[in-house]
């Protein structure tokens, strides 16, 4: 049995997937906020670099002792977009000895393309935490492809839990896509997704199986955008599958997915667990 490992280094959380011959075993997670404060400074901060290099190397460390026979990993918008960037990946190396692949915003989105679509046709959105990718692919070939820095992290540093900017701010992210092609299927992939397709779901424990082709209509992510930015964090906690630390960012989150779907003619968007870390494992060749 071969067993492989791949951690997404994310600007909200660091995640772990282990396979086994090509099938995924499991995947987990660790919100250390990497990108913290990012929307204010070029610089990652002393305290996000710490927490997330510990989360790497303990992930590392976990794959290596289940078994797997090679580990890679990758980074995103805050690691690509900060001056001290490489400083992290230097203190990554330092604690486990892994060389982390910083992806560009293009590599990004074809990565999380992979993930939900596979080699079919069809658009993905991905909101992270301080990017968003928009990708559409039409007979086989990639006909467009943006990334654009605003993510769940960005808008809780620039707008805190305030409506009216939060969803001022996605107008203005929206405007810098331009014109997207049509695509059907058009997914969702990222832990703003899946989230609220389980809270719309209702669901009282978080399944994949469950989350995974669960279609959003435009009207049902206003809807969702509206409630949960009413809400406060400690009401959105209440929700069964709502992580304590994805709480705070889930509205804006919400805000952000609303307003791109209502500005680039995106009526529906089916929601994917199966993302960057299956698609990244898939184009490395590990599984």
Known sequence: MRKTAVIDIGSNSVRLMLTADGKVLY????TTRLGEGIAASSRLGEAPMARTAAAVAEFFSRAKAEGASEVRAFATAAVRSAENGGEFLGRVKALCGLDVEVLSGETEAEIGLSGALGGRDGGLVDAGGASTEIIVRKGGAIVYEKSVNIGVVRLKDMCGRERDKLFAAAERAAAEYGQVPHAEPFCAVGGTATTLASVLLGLTEYNPALVTG?????????????????????????????????????????????????RLGISALTVSDSDNLEGYARLRGLM
Do not use: C, H, Y
Request: glycine share 6%; hydrophobic share 45%; proline share 6%.
């Open 214 to 262: 669960t279609r959003i209509s435009a009207e049902e992510m206003r809807a969702l955008a509206e409630r949960l930015t009413a809400m406060t964090p400690e009401q959105i906690m209440a929700f069964p599958t709502v992580p304590e630390k994805r709480a705070d960012v889930l509205g804006g989150g919400a805000a952000l997915l609303s307003v791109l779907m209502d």
């Open 27 to 30: 995947k987990t997670l660790n």
